[in-house]
Nanobody, 127 residues
Framework: QVQLVESGGGLVQAGGSLRLACAAS????????MGWFRQAPGKEREFVAG????????GYADSVKGRFTISRDNAKNTVYVQMNSLKPEDTAVYYC????????????????????WGQGTQVTVSS
C-alpha cells in the first residue's frame, strides 16, 4: 500500500520560510516523478512544483518560481519543497503526489497524471 505523508506546514508571517517534506512508502520511490500541489478554499487544486525520478528535471508554477525549490532524497524516500519569501496568497493545503509512470524524466502539471496523494499539510501565511 502506497502512503505519502506530508509534514512541515504551519503559520508563518509574510516574507518567512517553511520547508515541507513528504515521506513515501509502499512504492519504489526512486523510480517515480513526484509533485507538490496546493488547494486554497474555494479554489481548484493547482500544481506547485515537480521533480523527476532522477532528481534532474524540475518544474514550477509561475507563481512560485524563484521562491520555491523542490528536491528529493531517494535514500530517505522523501521529497521536499523549500518555500521562501512566502506571501499570503500562498496560503493553502499542500499535497504531495506520485506520478503514475515509471522513470518519467520530466514533470507533469495535471493532477490526472498522479495516482497517489498525501493527506495534505496546511500552510498559512499572515500579512
Amino acid at each position: 500500500q502506497v502512503q505519502l505523508v506530508e509534514s512541515g506546514g504551519g503559520l508563518v508571517q509574510a516574507g518567512g520560510s517553511l520547508r515541507l517534506a513528504c515521506a513515501a512508502s509502499g512504492r519504489t520511490f526512486s523510480r517515480y516523478t513526484m509533485g507538490w500541489f496546493r488547494q486554497a478554499p474555494g479554489k481548484e487544486r493547482e500544481f506547485v512544483a515537480g521533480i523527476s525520478w532522477s532528481g534532474g528535471p524540475t518544474g514550477y508554477a509561475d507563481s512560485v518560481k524563484g521562491r520555491f525549490t523542490i528536491s528529493r532524497d531517494n535514500a530517505k524516500n522523501t521529497v521536499y519543497v523549500q518555500m521562501n519569501s512566502l506571501k499570503p496568497e500562498d496560503t493553502a493545503v499542500y499535497y504531495c503526489a506520485t506520478v503514475k509512470y515509471l522513470y518519467y524524466d520530466g514533470t507533469y502539471t495535471d493532477t490526472r497524471e498522479y495516482d497517489y496523494w498525501g493527506q495534505g499539510t496546511q500552510v498559512t501565511v499572515s500579512s
